[in-house]
Antibody
Framework: EMQLLESGGGLGQPGGSLRLSCAAA????????MSWVRQAPGKGLEWVSS????????FYGDSVQGRFTISRDNSKNTLSLQMVSLRAEDTAVYYC????????????WGHGTLVTVSS | NFMLTQPHSVSESPGKTVTISCTRS????????VQWYQQRPGSSPTTVIY?????PSGVPDRFSGSIDSSSNSASLTISGLKTEDEADYYC??????????FGGGTKLTVL
């Protein structure tokens, strides 16, 4: 069973930075693409960023391009999201998810970590 | 960029059948797979349909997915509704320029 555990959320200042992590277990992490998806309070799902199994391919949504950086450490089964230049609209629960299949859809999801951007 | 449009909410009685639509604004709905995710209150999303009409193991066959090219839309149909089906449902698809796009979500109320 794929298991994902996010951490690193909390209160961030506007213009500040935070780093999220996602610890993976129960599957061969290095074989799967991974993603971050967020959900603002009371709102729908928004894709944030994805990374290929090797880490060579990185993709970002328009709203975070240039501010967020996705990375992975296959030796530690860990996915990360470095967030800088935080904005109030980045306030959300951030989920990590595994990408599977030809459609590269989101299969297993973590429980999420809440990021609040406020002064 | 294309959008996926879903009804904001639907409601139906236990035991009945409900269909949730997901309309693609541009590009063919049939060109790229559509997925459906269920999110119960306070929980993370889970996949109920992938690749247009495939069910993950553990998802009951009361859930089905389909594609209609004439309306450029996808549909999620849930038959024999149960109170446990009450949740938000999101469709998701992609294309070359938009890797992962979600619909706005539909709140299903089982009365």
């Amino acid at each position: 069973e794929m298991q994902l555990l996010e951490s690193g959320g909390g209160l961030g200042q506007p213009g500040g930075s935070l780093r999220l992590s996602c610890a993976a277990a129960g599957f061969t992490f290095s074989r799967y693409g991974m993603s971050w998806v967020r959900q603002a309070p009371g709102k729908g799902l928004e894709w944030v960023s994805s990374i290929s199994p090797s880490g060579a391919g990185r993709f970002y949504g328009d709203s975070v391009q240039g501010r967020f950086t996705i990375s992975r450490d296959n030796s530690k089964n860990t996915l990360s999201l470095q967030m800088v230049s935080l904005r109030a609209e980045d306030t959300a629960v951030y989920y990590c998810a595994v990408l599977v299949g030809p459609a590269q859809y989101f299969d297993s999801w973590g429980h999420g970590t809440l990021v609040t951007v406020s002064s | 960029n294309f959008m996926l449009t879903q009804p904001h909410s639907v409601s139906e009685s236990p035991g009945k059948t409900v269909t949730i639509s997901c309309t693609r604004s541009s590009g063919s709905i049939a060109s790229n797979y559509v997925q459906w995710y269920q999110q119960r209150p306070g929980s993370s999303p889970t996949t109920v349909i992938y690749e247009d009409n495939q069910r993950p193991s553990g998802v009951p066959d009361r859930f089905s997915g389909s594609i209609d090219s004439s309306s450029n839309s996808a549909s999620l149909t849930i038959s024999g509704l149960k109170t446990e089906d009450e949740a938000d449902y999101y469709c998701q698809s992609y294309d070359t320029n938009n890797p992962w796009v979600f619909g706005g979500g539909t709140k299903l109320t089982v009365l």
